[in-house]
């Protein structure tokens, strides 16, 4: 039998070294950092500049230490396991003044063997974690690794804790320390469930095998009276009806069992998610059950493909044999502060990316392996996880230490994640063979032993630790790659492609070229003027000042967002409107892309931009800033990623020379009508045409193209006219794009004026917004609350105007239509700049 005693609750903690008065209580799961800001002993670290300070509180060590009462009916069991589910980082533990053990590695699920330590009635247990701000300092100072990534504490690498927490080109510096997952003492008798192992074979039409491997670990003495284990395998299916009940008995862990007519799990936006589940219990031959394991699977089959083609070889993503078109962008952790990241919160992330289209997110490697709950919501809501190991932009020196955590801490997350439905692919690192082929700047100069432990670690332990738990899911050995062995990694024709030259090198977004699979590149934006408000005060408002460059962690990067402004629209009047039309850049530099590398579809077949969310409230290349609010892009991206939609391309930028696109990414044919209008600013049409067809499954078709000479030869029509184009099923407008034939500073507004009416139904109010001209990128936000709108940042092309519906349940407060029109602002980009 087996039983679990938590000891996640109250502890007490101080800094060690402290008086006895300095003592205070935490709730663990927690941080020092958190529990610090329950005593109000710092200030948010967040605000304005107060990182820096609690940054150095994380030069000292702490003491957590609780009791917990041990039975002498636990002390029965054969044995007692200390668990520890997350513990960040360097920790040694102390039961009843024992040493039990020393950690090391925050990535890392700990078993402890603790029966011995324990006694029957009152017992203590102590952590005292040590200063990892002073470990990598010394490092730093003591090893011959002087790279760090941008922003990064250097010696960081040393250490097997969230790298992103010494800093990155995004995030603070604040190396917390704590227990952040669960604390436990489990007791096992006789026996227990070491792994399950569940594979799946496709290879019969219309049922798929499940093929079961248990292993079982004796924990008592050979007793020959009782020496038949039994274990119950239960299947359950996505209605909850059981599908089999299986038991096998000891010598026949090994076994299959069949799925008739199974229902495949799809990708978002490719069909049906449905998950079965599977329950196991360890039975001894009374019939006591002594374990039990329980997971989720989907039906499906996922893989990469590198098939070569005409254009190299590709890089595809494959699910139950359909390659796919990939579409999200780049997960990073949700917080510095780690006991801000909840369940609740997670699974609105979540939703936000199916609600935009997504069907992949990247965990980027330079975090931490998300809980359980992440990808337990990726699962239900077709995400599929290209998980990157935890790895990232560092210089990795192997030893014997190194080797032993890296090796574990990628065993215990593999055998953790590897029957989640949504795990895709399983990578390497991020970026590291690219800075080592190309010789970066910052790596030349490291002794050669660091580049051949590059090799070790990613092309022969790590990808030999994920076959020995999980020889199904695919392995790529790093983000760009073209498949290892420093082959040209960023190489445009195979593998993966990492692309910053629009954004780090200034360079227009017409420059995004022609990739297989894009899976980083960004552009950066402020976030909303709320958000902003959150961390500054009203003098701190210029983004050159102390705090907002504080705020900003990419070198130079509020003056890059200026240069961009001035490219292609007027100089906003204040920092409100600034961040706003940033926000609009950061949209059009993304799509550019995305619709680009769409159109290419079979030579690309990938775009996942960097970034989906920040750790803090900070300027970045997130689509969702800290506080969950949508960016300009995320609403574009609900535009852009549609499996059904349109596309505009530009024979050059600005050219007269237009070719008009329809998308269908889903797995069935698209009855489609699209038409193109040439309108002047007061939405006169002068000129229109239309098509009509089917579009063929998995596609891209140019439907249209036109040369709009005539009209933009004169200037001064050149600048107040555009060309709308919108897609239709049946009589139902899905979507619409807008090209202008000049840059938008160019571009002869009329003066907006809104004409905003609101009606409510059961569940949603209805935000009709007109105007009686052309207005681009129209943003509707609430003063006082925050919701998702079914769009935004969109266009008004027609005196009709745009309907757009507001969930009820968004809003905090109960609302009537007019409170809603009167709490809601309107603006677009003529609004922008002005008195």
């Known amino acids: ?156 690498a040393a250490l097997r804790k969230a790298h992103y927490m010494f800093g990155w080109d995004w995030g603070p ?83 299959d069992e069949t799925i008739p007519e199974p229902r495949l799990w799809w990708p978002n936006g490719l069909g049906e998610h449905p998950l079965y589940r599977v329950n196991i219990r360890l039975l001894d031959d009374t019939g006591t059950c002594h374990d039990t394991y329980e997971c989720r699977i989907g039906i499906r089959t996922v893989t990469v493909s590198t098939d070569k083609n005409e254009y190299g070889s590709e890089f595809a993503i494959t699910v139950n044999g359909i390659k796919i078109f990939t579409m999200g962008a780049n997960y990073i952790p949700e917080d510095n502060i780690l006991t801000r990241v909840t369940k609740e919160r997670t699974a609105q992330l979540i939703e936000d990316c199916a609600a935009a289209n997504f069907n992949c997110l990247r965990v980027w490697g330079g975090g931490y392996y998300p809980d359980d709950y992440f990808y337990d919501k990726c699962d239900e809501e077709g995400i599929l996880i290209w998980q990157d190991l935890m790895f990232g932009c560092n210089v990795y020196a192997l030893n014997d230490h190194f080797e032993e955590d890296i090796v574990e801490e990628t065993k215990d997350n593999v055998r953790r994640l590897r029957h989640h439905a949504c795990l895709a692919l399983w990578c390497g690192n991020n970026e590291m063979e690219w800075g080592w082929a190309d010789e970066w700047a910052r790596l030349k100069g490291h002794h050669p032993r660091y580049k051949a432990d590059y090799t070790k670690i990613f092309e022969y332990i790590l990808p030999r630790a994920i076959r020995a738990c999980d020889d199904t899911t695919y392995y790529w050995p790093s983000s760009p790659s073209s498949g290892g062995a420093f082959d040209n990694p960023n190489a445009t024709d195979r593998g993966d492609q990492h692309y910053w030259e629009v954004w780090h090198s200034g360079k227009p977004f017409t420059e995004y070229g022609d990739f297989s699979f894009c899976s980083e590149y960004g552009f950066q934006s402020f976030p909303h003027s709320k958000t902003i408000a959150s961390f500054t005060l009203p003098e701190d408002r210029n983004i050159f000042s102390k705090v907002m460059e504080s705020h900003q962690k990419n070198p130079a990067a509020n003056g890059k967002i200026l240069n961009y402004i001035a490219d292609y629209f007027l100089y906003p009047k204040d920092m409100d409107s600034l961040a706003y039309i940033s926000q609009i850049l950061q949209l059009k530099a993304i799509e550019y892309g995305v619709e680009h590398w769409r159109r290419k579809r079979g030579q ?182 925050d919701v998702i709108f079914s769009d935004n940042f969109f266009d008004i092309t027609s005196p009709e105007g745009v309907t757009v519906h507001v969930n009820k349940e968004d809003f905090k407060d109960h609302m009537t239509p007019d409170m809603v029109k009167e709490n809601l602002v309107v603006r677009s980009v003529a609004d922008s700049y002005g008195s």
């Open 1 to 156: 039998m087996r039983k679990t005693q938590s000891l996640n609750g109250v502890w007490e903690w101080h800094t060690e070294g402290a008086s006895h008065d300095a003592v205070y209580t935490g709730e663990v799961p927690g941080t020092v950092i958190s529990h610090m800001l329950k005593h109000k002993l710092i200030e948010d670290p967040y605000w304005r500049c107060n990182e820096y300070a609690v940054r150095e509180l994380m030069a000292n060590d702490y003491l957590y230490k609780r009791s917990f009462t041990v039975s002498g009916e636990d002390l029965d069991f054969s044995r007692a396991e200390l668990v520890c589910a997350g513990i960040d980082t360097i920790a040694s533990i102390r039961i009843n003044g024992c040493l039990v053990a020393e950690t090391r590695d925050m990535h890392r699920t700990y078993r402890f063997p603790v029966k011995d330590h324990l006694q029957e009635g009152e017992n203590r247990i102590e952590v005292l974690f040590h200063s990892p701000l002073d470990f990598v300092r010394k490092e730093d100072e003591e090893n011959d690794i002087f790279y760090a990534s941008t922003g990064c504490i250097h010696g960081n």
């Open 173 to 255: 510096q604040l190396p917390d320390m704590g227990i952040f997952r669960d604390i436990a003492i489990e007791y096992f008798s006789e026996a227990k469930l070491q792994d399950v192992r569940i594979r799946q074979d496709h290879g019969e039409e219309g049922r798929v095998g499940l093929k079961f491997e248990v292993k079982i670990k004796q924990l008592s003495p050979y007793d020959e009276n009782r020496q038949t284990w039994f274990t119950e395998t239960e299947i359950i299916d996505p209605d909850g009806r059981p599908v089999s009940k299986i038991v096998r008995s000891s010598g026949e862990w090994q076994f």
């Open 604 to 785: 690309c077949m990938g775009s996942l931009y960097w970034q989906l969310n920040d750790c803090w409230p900070v300027a970045s290349w997130a689509s969702i800033d800290y506080y969950g609010r949508w960016k300009a892009l995320h609403y574009g991206a609900r535009r852009f990623y549609s499996p059904v939609t349109i596309s505009i391309g530009e024979e050059k930028e600005l050219s007269p020379r237009v070719s008009y696109y329809v998308h269908n990414d889903t797995r069935e044919e698209q009855q489609c009508r699209t038409e193109v209008l040439l309108k002047d600013q007061e939405f006169r049409v002068l000129w229109e045409e239309a098509w009509e067809g089917g579009l063929p499954a998995l596609s891209v078709l140019k439907c249209m193209e036109m040369d709009f000479s005539p009209w933009t030869n004169e200037e001064a029509l050149c600048s107040s006219v555009f060309s709308v184009f919108r897609l239709y099923r049946g009589e139902e407008l899905l979507t619409e794009r807008t090209v202008l034939f000049v840059k938008p500073k160019h571009f002869d507004y009329n003066t907006p004026v809104y004409d905003i009416s609101v009606s409510e139904s059961e569940q949603s109010f209805e935000i009709t917004v007109k105007a009686a001209g052309f207005c681009q990128y129209v943003e509707l936000y609430f003063k006082d609350f």
